[in-house]
């Protein structure tokens, strides 16, 4: 099994200047209508939502899968998403990702927002769990390249794909 390198501090603060300006640029394509047309407070509050999110993901990227952990030496999916909530968000959500998954409302694969979570059947018994970033892609802990963001509509994770869920963010302000 080759063995995965955690990135150092210089790539993680390349990757999360990457990732904040495709947005940006993909904005700059749009017509003038298009933008206009978002509401001012939701469009702020997930730009907030969505650099808490990068942030907690440059302090994590590149840590190896281990089951049960919950450090930067080995993290799983489920424990992942849970200290991410905590410390970004204040808020608790279970342990495992079967718990994780009765938390907040059922989305629509078509109505995603950044935060939301995402429920994948990896196995016959096994659950996976990851968070929406935006721009149909999503953080979380691979088994063999560890924390890492990955393209929702990737064939295997469209394949695999069980639910989303919308934790009640709203009132909450992310703390980077």
């Known amino acids: 099994m080759p063995r995965v390198t ?11 200047l990457m990732l904040s300006v495709l947005p940006g640029l ?7 209508e298009e933008s206009s047309s978002l509401p001012p407070v939701e469009y702020s509050y997930s730009t907030d939502l969505q650099n808490a999110l990068l942030a907690h993901y440059s302090n994590w990227a590149g840590t190896r899968h281990k089951l049960g952990g919950t450090t930067t030496r080995g993290v799983d999916c489920s424990g992942f998403i849970q200290i991410l909530f905590q410390d970004k968000f204040k808020f608790e959500l279970p342990r495992s990702s079967r718990e994780q998954m009765t938390v907040g409302e059922r989305v629509d694969m078509t109505d995603l927002r950044t935060g939301d979570l995402l429920f994948f059947r990896t196995g016959p018994t096994r659950r996976h769990v990851g968070v929406y970033m935006g721009d149909n892609r999503f953080m979380h802990v691979s088994t063999v ?13 469209q394949r695999h794909f069980i639910t989303a869920r919308r934790v009640a963010l709203g009132a909450l302000t992310p703390s980077n």
Do not use: D, H, Q, T
């Not at 990135?7 to 390349?14: A, I, L, N, Q």
């Not at 993909?26 to 003038?32: E, H, I, Q, T, V």
């Not at 390249?145 to 994770?157: C, H, M, N, Q």
């Open 6 to 16: 955690r990135f150092s501090s210089m790539k993680c603060s390349v990757i999360v």
């Open 145 to 157: 390249a560890g924390v890492e963001i990955a393209k929702l509509f990737s064939p295997y994770w």
């Open 26 to 32: 993909a904005m700059a394509n749009s017509s003038m």
